[in-house]
């Protein structure tokens, strides 16, 4: 079994005021080891809801997610939180460092929280701060970084635990086109340098066109895009 994902007839409804929007209709999607995916879809179409849905953040959909061939609709809470943790990386529009703590210690924490060992985790977050061309900024603090390279910094942090898919929400969105540009393409280079897998919400085409395989998400049902 190769694939890292595989959702199956996945719904969501929305219902506000009396009123019921149904954004996800009935999702089957697949993410093979080692694929980028692109996940095109306007604003509104119900691409942060699909990735909160495979992320085990949020509860409340029909249908079947697989992650690494475990259903997580069969896991406790515990469970979900475990493959969440040992599974998953996440990047998100906005990069969510903590103020407080440099480049390095930011990609330290999610290893902290799985008990890898002080030294190891540092040595691992310099090593992928360098391999993102962050090799001088190791000490700095994210107000003390651009926005591409605090961005950069996000990436390091969602490959920190060598997770088997990233999940991505517009982990360009707040960035000016070329160095969206640059750290789309750095994503993209490392992912594949540490055999993880991605999908990866855009709304910008150019972006998506750069990846393994695109899929648009429209009326609440994915077609496949040709590249
Ligand atoms: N918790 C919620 N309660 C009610 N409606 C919601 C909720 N979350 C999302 N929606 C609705 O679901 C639809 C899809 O939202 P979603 O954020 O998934 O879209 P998106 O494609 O990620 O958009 P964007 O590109 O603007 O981020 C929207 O109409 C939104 O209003």
């Known amino acids: 079994m190769n694939d890292i994902l595989a959702v199956a007839g996945l719904k969501r409804s929305f219902t506000q005021g009396g009123v019921t929007i149904d954004v996800l209709r009935g ?15 306007p604003s509104g179409s ?6 909160q849905a495979v992320g085990l953040l949020e509860g409340g959909f029909e249908g079947s997610i697989r992650i690494l061939d475990e259903e997580a609709a069969q896991l406790s809470g515990d469970e979900r ?3 969440r943790r040992d599974a998953l990386g996440f990047v998100y529009q906005f990069h969510h460092l903590l103020p407080d703590f440099n480049a390095t210690e930011n990609v330290m924490l999610p290893q902290m929280v799985r008990d890898v060992a002080d ?13 993102l061309g962050l090799g001088h900024r190791l000490d700095h603090r994210p107000s003390q970084l651009s926005g591409g390279e605090q961005q950069r910094v996000a990436v390091a942090r969602a490959l920190a635990n060598r ?8 982990p360009t969105g707040n960035l000016d086109e070329r160095t969206a540009d640059i750290v789309i393409d750095e994503f993209i280079r490392l992912v594949r340098e540490e055999g993880s897998s991605a999908l990866v919400a855009t709304h910008n085409e150019r972006l998506a066109a750069r990846m393994d395989r695109v899929v648009r998400l429209s009326e609440g049902v994915l077609v496949e895009v040709a590249v």
């Open 163 to 170: 997770p088997a898919l990233v999940l991505a929400d517009e």
């Open 81 to 83: 939180t475990r493959l």
């Open 46 to 51: 119900g691409k942060s809801t699909l990735l």
């Open 27 to 41: 999702i089957d999607l697949a993410v093979a080891r080692g694929e980028i995916v692109a996940l095109l879809g």
């Open 119 to 131: 030294a190891v985790a540092r040595t691992r977050a310099a090593d992928l701060l360098t391999s």
